[in-house]
């Protein structure tokens, strides 16, 4: 079973429509959880960082975790054509992502469209 | 306001060439990281390294090394460059300690292609 799963999509929606991105993990010691965006030919981004379980919001993109269910979810409102890319979670350990065991474990990212 | 930059947007090698691939971070970071980027295979982690002339293998090193001489500055070598090599490259870096020392920070990428 792979650590970090993620729907590798496309997901295509309408402008301004509520678009839910998600992720699965099996590793129950990851603490930390971001999300990082990637547009085409470029490198990703940090988008969202929050710590443990419990929402986190910033503008139209919210960051959920749920620790129990050992999964997490990125929720973007009001998406628009900009907000198209590909977005990939990722997770670790400790609060300082070192190398190796510290590091940060990725899902593969979800391609997302959003149609003007 | 660029922070990690890597040297080349786009290079073209041949076979067999030896190919380095540079990058240079401005942010006192003191961990460095090289990824790939495949279609259908996410992030690779071919190498990192946590301090100067420290380095660490990780899930692909085969093939690649690196250096790194300098805290700012981490190189990826490509020894015999082949076709499967043929990719997009990331830079990383990130800090072991500190506020807001959140995640990675990647680069722009490099995109190679061996012929």
């Known amino acids: 079973q792979k650590e970090v799963e993620q729907d590798p999509g496309p997901l295509s929606v309408p402008e301004g429509a509520i678009v839910s991105l998600n992720c699965t993990y099996s590793?129950?010691?990851?603490?930390?959880f971001m999300w990082y965006r990637q547009y085409s030919r470029k490198g990703p981004e940090l988008l969202m960082y929050?710590?443990?379980?419990g929402n986190k919001e910033d503008g139209r993109f919210t960051a959920q975790v749920d620790k129990s269910s050992k999964y997490i979810s990125l929720f973007i409102r009001d998406s628009q054509p900009s907000d198209s890319a590909t977005y990939l979670c990722?997770?670790?350990?400790?609060?300082?992502?070192?190398?190796?065991?510290?590091?940060?474990?990725f899902g593969k990212g979800t391609h997302l469209i959003i149609q003007p | 306001d660029v922070k990690v930059t890597q040297s080349s947007r786009y290079l073209v090698k041949r076979t067999g060439e030896k190919v380095f691939l540079e990058c240079v971070q401005d942010?006192?970071?003191?961990?460095m990281f090289w990824y790939r980027q495949d279609p259908g295979l996410g992030l690779r982690l071919i190498y990192f390294s946590y301090d100067v002339k420290m380095k660490e293998k990780g899930d692909i090193p085969e093939g690649y090394s690196v250096s790194r001489e300098k805290k700012e500055r981490f190189s990826l070598i490509l020894e015999s460059a082949s076709t499967n090599q043929t990719s997009m490259y990331l830079c990383a870096s990130s800090l072991n300690r500190g506020q807001g020392s959140y995640g990675y920070t990647f680069g722009s990428g490099t995109r190679l292609t061996v012929v």
């Open positions: 942010m006192d970071h003191e961990n």
């Open positions: 929050t710590y443990s379980s």
């Open positions: 990722a997770m670790s350990v400790g609060m300082y992502s070192g190398g190796g065991a510290d590091g940060l474990t």
């Open positions: 590793n129950s010691a990851f603490q930390y």
